[in-house]
């Protein structure tokens, strides 16, 4: 199984940027889809952004189209998840996470896997 590790995350100010990290060992990251996750409160993670194998393919939630890019680098088993233009709605616990890319679905979180163990974004003034 593929292990993941996310870095990266801060305590930032409104429209400020964070680059997120997330390192995968034990097996190839290139085997796997990804996917980008929010939790806050407790609640249920909410999906933030997805990324196929090869990295050709991106897919955004709504309210992060054209503010978050999400890359990979499966040559150095890294994925990626550039926050930019940071609002206070964007603060929560960030998870990478990884799917077989023939298994359906994409964008719920019961689609994946293998979780990291998360990482804090927390935007205020």
């Known amino acids: 199984q593929v292990l993941l590790v996310e870095s990266g995350g801060g305590l930032v100010q409104p429209g400020d940027s964070l680059r997120l990290s997330c390192a995968a060992s034990g097996r190839a990251l290139s085997m796997y889809a990804l996917g980008w996750f929010r939790q806050s409160h407790g609640d249920n993670r909410d999906y933030v952004a997805a990324i196929d194998v090869s990295g050709t393919l991106a897919s955004y939630e709504d309210s992060v189209k054209g503010r978050f890019t999400v890359s990979r680098d499966n040559a150095n088993n890294r994925a990626y998840l550039q926050l930019n233009s940071l609002k206070p709605g964007d603060t929560g616990v960030y998870y990478c996470?990884?799917?077989?890319?023939?298994?359906?679905?994409?964008?719920?979180?019961?689609?994946?896997?293998?979780w990291g163990q998360g990482t804090q974004v927390t935007v205020s003034s």
């Open positions: 996470a990884a799917k077989s890319p023939y298994s359906p679905g994409f964008d719920d979180y019961t689609d994946y896997d293998y």
